[in-house]
């Protein structure tokens, strides 16, 4: 055989050995899980070597946490990264993901506006930066339409979310506060009893009738509306230019400090892959679908994928101003003293990406570093 044939062959038998990681998938519990990278995808050779060998980044399983789905699955982080391998953790709560950053055990993060203003408020903000958006939208109010037929019929009815204080829990009582109704913030209970309850129990708490409908999250709530339910509400029409932020991205103080140029890579690869996401929507539907597989052993069927990826619009645009009324709001339910975000937002590597893209610059609304 010739050199040449040789070489040829050793490079078959190297990439065929590589497809058992390539299908290797993520177990999806209540503790976070660690993923073993994928072989084609984790490291990109003859990238420029970077300050840290590795890269360790958290995200949820779910379609508001596209970007990293996407980015994970296609490999556009990974080659922004060059010879710096990433190690994926997913998670299923934002406290959780918040105490692995705060623990030293976590980089950088895909997470909601609720568990980033606690994290950064709980650490009188010394832990966490946002550093960019990564979802807008994504969330609506889903019920069982033989009970519920207009928004006054939810007096008196039992409406889930999926946590106390998280995102979509401050903004039905938010919104509940607005109809002139009241309820106890601490227990759920009032003129509608909010009963919080995980995202992965709700479905069949719907089914069983223990409750009424939800403000949920996608794809919960397309499931809901597979089983039956009917959208009473988006939360988009709540919103001015119908934009809200469900998904940051955030990172380590120490880890943006000592590596930042990891982080500028990690941040040139979201944003190619939300720019990916937009130019190819149903590529990037196909491929978050895989990677949720990939995580949770099982993915969304069309009827609720669908519907979902429509309603999830991704942007590099933190839309900071939308988490400050999103904090306002839960001081308002009482659910965090008035805090000062002053500083939360670290918006200088993402508009020094987005400049070099030939893309506009992006807006901390006054809550950035000094």
Known sequence: MSAARSRTA???????AALPLLLTACGYGSEAKKEEPKAAGATADGGAKLSASEVRIGYFPNLTHATALVGLQEGLIAKELGATQIKPQTFNAGPSEIEALNGGSLDIGFIGPSPSINGYVK????NLRIISGSASGGVKLVVNPDKIKTLDDLKGKKIATPQKGNTQDVAFLNWIAEKGWTVDPESGKGDVSVVRTDNKVTPDAFKQGSIDGAWVPEPTASKLVSDGGTVLLDETSLWPDKKFVITNVIVSQKFLKEHADVVEAVLRGTVKTNEWINANPEKAKASANAKLKADSGKELDAKVLDPAWQSILVTDDPLAGTLK??????????????PDLTGIYDLTLLNKVLKTAGKPEVSDAGLGTK
């Open 10 to 16: 050793l490079r078959a038998l190297a990439v065929t």
């Open 123 to 126: 650490s009188k903000g010394s």
């Open 325 to 338: 009324t999103e904090s306002d709001w839960a001081v308002k339910a009482k659910l965090l003293d008035k």
